[in-house]
């Protein structure tokens, strides 16, 4: 079939298979451009495993550290003619290239957040990697449905007071201006349910139990807080509460594991990027619009797999060195929240409209990279070519 992008909101409804191919191709060259991650974590445990920051610790693992990989996630596999999500074309992609190169490299589809799937994973790895010395978690999800049956669901939304800021619409190409009413105190609780760090908990508390986690392991879940543009919507908003609940989790955990293991429990923060979840958010596209240019021009642009890269090779192989904040953070934001990059953005956003949107910003960069989650508009593919949506994950275990 002709596999064609559908985009429909935030979201696209489809995805190429090439074309996630050639995105998992061009990160793994990244990784080995770098060289060699020679004292990173050779058995890895990633929740959250497919798509953005999380499939970027695994490409990092296994292209940078030949480490063996586990995966956790939740995605559609192609049936009835329709592709697969772009999470599960990523996966197929990069196994081919784990398995090619003899490197152990398992995955589970389904709801990390259930009691149920969590005890089959550990019944997995178990039987696979057996202990595993670093735990990614990257889960973002809307809703979540906790180990007694209750369902969360999160929300986008400012806390105590209403919001109005500019926003894109990113079909039309458009500014306006939106305005976002405030969450109720259960919409609160809910998001920080949902987005908080009581399923991290869980999870390396499970693993402790079942004594998976080695000796010294570290496990690190990723974050963001952004410059004060977007805090109403993100910081000081629904999501920023959530966050700072995660980052509460971090201090509880390394406690923990440092009493029970020698581990460590961390809290990245990474910049801003496009992800799917980032691009649900209102005001967050037109905001990363204007830092992709600033950024690009001033040679200090990332996108996941360079900040992964640099997260794993500051915290074990010490090629680079990490800004921290306090004991627990990582600050991988450094760059996006420099004084000169911050000003010069804020300088565009006060001038920004529909006229000029493209010569103030990267806006076509951004559509060009949203689209690439999904396998489009990647060089060298060719879309008007019939392609098999079929592509099975060997070692995916039931």
């Not at 992008?5 to 990160?27: L, M, N």
Request: hydrophobic share 40%.
């Amino acid at each position: 079939m002709i596999i064609q992008s559908k985009v429909r909101g935030f979201i696209c409804v489809t995805a190429h298979p090439d074309g996630c191919a050639a995105q998992v191709r061009k990160q793994i060259d990244y990784v080995h451009a770098q060289g060699a991650l020679k004292n990173a974590p050779k058995r890895v445990l990633i929740i959250g495993a497919s798509t953005g920051y999380g499939l970027a610790s695994r490409i990092v693992s296994m292209a940078g550290a030949k480490a063996a990989t586990f995966g956790v996630f939740y995605e559609r596999p192609s049936a009835d003619s329709k592709p697969a999500s772009a999470g599960w074309y990523n996966t197929t992609a990069l196994e081919a290239a784990a398995l090619k190169e003899d490197i152990p490299f398992y995955s589970m589809n389904g709801d990390a957040f259930s009691s149920d799937f969590k005890t089959k994973t550990v019944e997995a790895l178990r039987k696979t990697l057996g202990t595993v010395d670093c735990v990614i978690y990257s889960l973002a999800a809307p809703r979540r449905t906790d180990k007694d049956g209750v369902i969360y669901k999160s929300v986008l939304k400012p806390i105590g007071r209403s919001f109005t800021s500019k926003s894109v619409n990113t079909d039309k190409g458009e500014v306006f201006e939106t305005t976002l009413e405030p969450a109720t105190d259960d919409e609160v609780s809910q998001t920080v349910k949902v987005m908080g760090g009581e399923d991290w908990e869980d999870w390396i508390r499970l693993l402790v139990a079942e004594k998976l986690l080695a000796p010294n392991a570290t496990t690190v879940a990723y974050s963001y807080i952004g410059p004060e543009v977007t805090w109403p919507i993100y910081k000081s908003g629904t999501i920023g509460r959530a966050k700072a609940h995660l980052a509460e989790t971090a201090e509880k955990l390394n406690n923990f594991l440092s009493e029970q293991i020698q581990g460590r429990a961390l809290i990245s923060v990474n910049k801003a990027v496009v992800t799917q979840a980032s691009s649900a958010i209102p005001v967050v596209p037109l905001y990363n619009s204007i830092l992709f240019k600033v950024m690009k021009e001033a040679g200090l642009h990332e996108d996941c797999i360079q900040q992964m890269y640099r997260l794993f090779a500051g915290l074990f192989d010490n090629k680079s060195v990490l800004k921290r904040d306090g004991v627990t953070c990582v600050r991988l934001d450094d760059l996006e929240l420099k004084s000169e990059v911050q000003t010069e953005v804020q300088r565009i956003w006060e001038r920004i409209n529909t006229s000029n949107l493209r010569t103030l910003s990267d806006f076509d960069g951004y559509k060009k990279n949203f689209l690439q989650l999904f396998g489009f508009e990647c060089q060298g593919v060719d879309y008007n070519s019939d392609v098999n949506p079929e592509r099975p994950i060997r070692n995916l275990i039931a």
